[in-house]
């Protein structure tokens, strides 16, 4: 009985070996499986590291420039001035047709002789723009006929000017020295000019009296004139006292006009 009893506890012992051998050796398996997928997950996964990446995208076109080109004023006058301003972008090399490169922004004053369209071109690395602009020389107006040669008698009308006193005199006042010496330089430049002096007064004091002033204003220019270099052949004298007036109304400025040695031109 008891032998029995030891064979069936070592039949047991067997099978219990065995069974645990059989389950090391499948956790064996296990285990070398495990092992091997990892490490096909792993080399994978190096495999994927190792992919190299996607070129950068291409790096974007360069802008290209921009310009302007303005004239103020755009119409000029010939001789005058006028300036430029203008403006660009992008741009690296600016240059102005007549007056070469320039910066990128900025103005200048120009001359131009004739009609002009200025031309900008801006480059840079996106490429090359152009701008214009046009100013307009007004062409000076054609000159004036010649007009016609005046007459002795209109040149003297024009030149020679008579001569006024103060009130109750006959002396030439500092005033009108100026105009006596100018006559006398008409006079000498027309060597054939005759004239005939007026002694004239206001119409204050008698005919008499008035007369007589009349004679010594008229005579007084005469020898004016005689003295710087005129001719007395040349010159005549008269007197019409207040006689013949040039202005009627009774008052100082009137009066004033009529108190001359008045010049008349002998045809």
């Known amino acids: 009985m008891l032998q029995i009893v030891k064979l069936q506890i070592a039949r047991h012992q067997r099978a219990h070996r ?30 994927k590291k190792k992919v190299a990446p996607p070129p950068p995208p291409p790096p974007p076109a360069p802008t290209a420039p921009t310009a302007s080109l303005s004239a103020n004023p755009n119409t000029i006058d010939k001789g005058q001035s006028t300036t430029l301003t203008w403006q660009t972008t992008n741009a690296t090399d600016v240059n102005i047709d007549g007056i070469g490169p320039v910066d990128t922004s900025g103005s200048r004053q120009v001359t131009p002789t004739d009609s002009t369209t200025y031309h900008l071109i ?20 054609p000159p004036p006929p010649p007009s016609p040669s005046l007459t002795e008698e209109q040149l003297f009308a024009q030149n020679v000017k008579d001569i006024y006193f103060d009130y109750d005199k006959y002396d030439v006042r500092a005033s009108e020295q100026g105009s006596l010496q100018g006559d006398a330089q008409f006079l000498q430049q027309h060597p054939n000019i005759h004239i005939t002096i007026e002694g004239h007064c206001d119409e204050r004091g008698s005919t008499e009296y008035n007369l007589a002033l ?10 004016g004139l005689i003295q710087a270099g005129v001719g007395g052949d040349r010159i005549k004298t008269i007197s019409y006292g207040k006689e ?15 108190r001359r040695g008045h010049f008349v031109y002998e045809k």
Request: net charge positive.
């Open 18 to 47: 065995k069974l645990e051998g059989s389950v090391k050796h499948a956790m064996r398996k296990w285990g070398t499986l495990v092992v091997a997928l990892g490490t096909i997950l792993f080399l994978g996964a190096c495999a």
């Open 122 to 141: 801006a480059k840079g690395a996106g490429g090359t723009q152009d701008a214009t602009a046009r100013v307009t020389v007004n062409a000076p107006p």
């Open 214 to 223: 009349g004679t010594n204003r008229a005579d007084t220019v005469k020898n």
């Open 244 to 258: 013949k007036p040039f202005c009627t109304e009774s008052n100082e400025s009137c009066w004033q006009q009529n």
